[in-house]
């Protein structure tokens, strides 16, 4: 099982401010096959981007992705109100036994 | 667009069954690979069950795996997770996620609102 591993667990951070969020995956994974999504209370998760680095339909330019091997960022380059979620990054290499991070709390500070 | 509504959740004793349904619209559901995706209380999501565009081709994860069964009905644009000899550990949201393509080597596109799944007693 490849086990992804997020970090910080919580990042505290204000309006404006730049986000960096970090997934390591405990063996390679191709870049082809890394995806970050946004879950708010009580909502689904949202693709946010996938193949690493490529915006999924209607996400704001903002969000980037980056990364390879095992390490994987996601950058919110100025954080607006409504970004403050938990994030999570998924690898789909190993599908169907797809894995998940344990996910970034975003808070606002 | 796509929707997928799920349905069927509940509270159910342990060692009880349910069946979860999720319905497809706004797009060829028989053209995607489709997961259940399930979130314990506070906790991170874990794919549990997948198939693809035909019922030949289904994966479980170890923790459910002779427990639980997903199927799907393309007539009916509709997809299953039959949940049997159920335990406390699997309390959790329950959603159906549609994969981007017909592969499962492709992230999740859409997803369901979620179904409240609680074995308690």
């Known amino acids: 099982e490849i086990v992804l591993t997020q970090s910080p667990g919580t990042l505290s951070l204000s309006p404006g401010e730049r986000a960096t969020l970090s997934c390591r995956a405990s063996q390679s994974v191709s870049s082809s096959y890394l995806a970050w999504y946004q879950q708010k209370p009580g909502q689904a998760p949202r693709l946010l981007i996938y193949?690493?680095?490529s915006r999924a339909t209607g996400i704001p330019d903002r969000f980037s992705g980056s990364g390879s091997g095992t390490d994987f960022t996601l950058t919110i380059s100025r954080l607006e109100p409504e970004d403050f979620a938990v994030y999570y990054c998924q690898q789909y290499a190993n599908s169907p036994r797809d894995t998940f991070g344990q996910g970034t709390n975003l808070e606002i500070k | 667009e796509a929707q997928l509504l799920a349905s069927g959740g509940g509270l159910v004793q342990p060692g009880g069954s349910l069946r979860l349904s999720c319905a497809a619209s706004?797009?060829?559901?028989?053209?995607?690979?489709m997961n259940w995706v399930r979130q314990a209380p506070g906790k991170g999501l874990e794919c549990v069950s997948a198939i693809g565009t035909s019922a030949d081709s289904t994966f479980s994860a170890d923790s459910v795996k002779g427990r639980f069964t997903i199927s799907r009905d393309n007539s009916k644009n509709t997809l299953y997770l039959q949940m049997n000899s159920l335990r406390a550990e699997d309390t959790a949201v329950y959603y159906c996620?549609?994969?981007?393509?017909?592969?499962?080597?492709?992230?999740?596109?859409?997803w369901g609102q979620g179904i409240l799944v609680t074995v308690s007693s």
């Open positions: 706004g797009f060829t559901f028989g053209s995607y690979a």
């Open positions: 996620a549609k994969r981007s393509t017909n592969t499962w080597y492709t992230p999740f596109d859409y």
């Open positions: 193949g690493t680095s």
